[in-house]
């Protein structure tokens, strides 16, 4: 028998219970993974509440890392006792699972388990920001909406190490995680933030990334220069108001951006490896976690969500 973390309705994290069960053996594209940590993303309590629809009963989690057990017959590249690590492939709560060999990337040697697993979907989608939907290069002016959260102090420190002018923007009471790696670093939750990022970058940025949505959108477009590009990765206080006229006249792109929808197959491989040799090389700092066993899964969701724990909070089985 297996432990694995199910959720036979959706609603807070007491829905979210340990259970037993048979794993089987994988099918021809799949493998056998036992997982050695699993990592916690706000996606996951989105499924858990409800907010994204899951078919019941359902089993969140969209990341983790391990070992292959089995594998089935047309698994080419991938072998019993190798260690791998996945994004997004719902399904993470557990201490084996079957799994389609699609989302899985070759772990390095020198990568812990434990920091695959609090560093690969957030990493990814760091990539796809600085890499992909705008490639950062030195001498650009980055504005980051979120600085302070998973993704966007990722964001923040591999801008920073491309050569980019950063201005950061996040929780007060969580400044200091990043007051070291932007050029200016300004609070959220203080008065007048389109002007204060205005006296910094009084020329606009050239991109905005922007994790929070409605609450920090209206300062994001008033400080982005004429032909500038804001990209909406997150939105923790909502969807955005969009003045579609004032976009048109000022010629800026607006686009929201999925790392799940985009970073498939090569790309996902490309994009692990740059982030792996990011995290070896020092760019991102250290990846703090929070240790939570499989079992305390909804506890460690109610202190995620209620910003009692850093942005990094994995499981170990």
């Known amino acids: 028998m297996s432990a694995v973390v199910r ?22 594209s799949q493998v056998k993974l036992r997982q050695e940590a699993i990592g916690v993303n706000y996606i996951d309590a989105m499924f858990r509440s409800g907010a994204f629809n899951a078919n019941l009963p ?21 072998a019993v006792g190798d260690r791998i690590a996945y994004f997004f492939a719902p399904g993470a709560y557990a201490e084996e699972r079957i799994i389609d060999v699609a989302p899985l990337v070759h772990l390095p040697d020198d990568v812990p388990s434990e920091i695959a697993a609090g560093l690969l979907t957030k990493g990814v ?20 909406q979120g600085a302070t959260g998973g993704v966007g102090s990722l964001v923040v420190r591999w801008a920073k190490a491309l050569g980019a002018t950063v201005v950061a923007v996040g929780s007060s009471s969580k400044l200091a995680r990043i007051s070291a ?60 108001e969009i ?35 990011q995290w070896r090389d020092g760019i991102f700092g250290e990846i703090e976690l929070q240790r939570y066993r499989l079992a305390d899964a909804g506890q460690a969701h109610a202190d995620y969500i209620a910003r009692k724990i850093g942005p990094n909070p994995i499981l170990v089985p």
């Not at 807070?12 to 994988?26: Q, T």
């Not at 089993?59 to 991938?78: D, L, M, Q, R």
């Not at 796809?128 to 001498?139: D, F, M, Q, T, W």
Request: charged share 25%.
């Open 181 to 240: 790696d932007a050029d200016h670093v300004l609070a959220s939750d203080q008065a007048s933030l389109a002007d204060r990022i205005r006296a910094v970058a009084p020329q606009g940025v050239d991109v905005v990334y922007e994790f929070v949505g409605k609450a920090t959108f209206a300062a994001s477009v008033q400080n982005v220069r004429d032909g500038g590009a804001i990209f909406t990765i997150g939105a923790a206080s909502g969807s955005p």
């Open 7 to 28: 959720m036979r309705r959706t609603g807070d994290p007491s829905v979210l219970v340990l259970e037993e069960e048979v794993v089987g053996s994988p099918g021809r």
């Open 243 to 277: 003045d579609g006229e004032l976009l048109a006249e000022r010629r800026l792109k607006v686009s929201h951006a999925s790392a799940a929808g985009t970073v498939k197959d090569a790309m996902l491989a490309q994009a692990a490896t740059e982030v792996f040799d």
């Open 125 to 144: 989608t760091a990539w796809l920001a600085v890499r992909k939907l705008h490639e950062i290069k030195a001498g650009d002016r980055v504005l980051v």
């Open 58 to 78: 359902f089993v969140t989690g969209v990341e983790a890392s391990g070992v292959i057990t089995e594998t089935g017959a047309n698994t080419e590249g991938f």
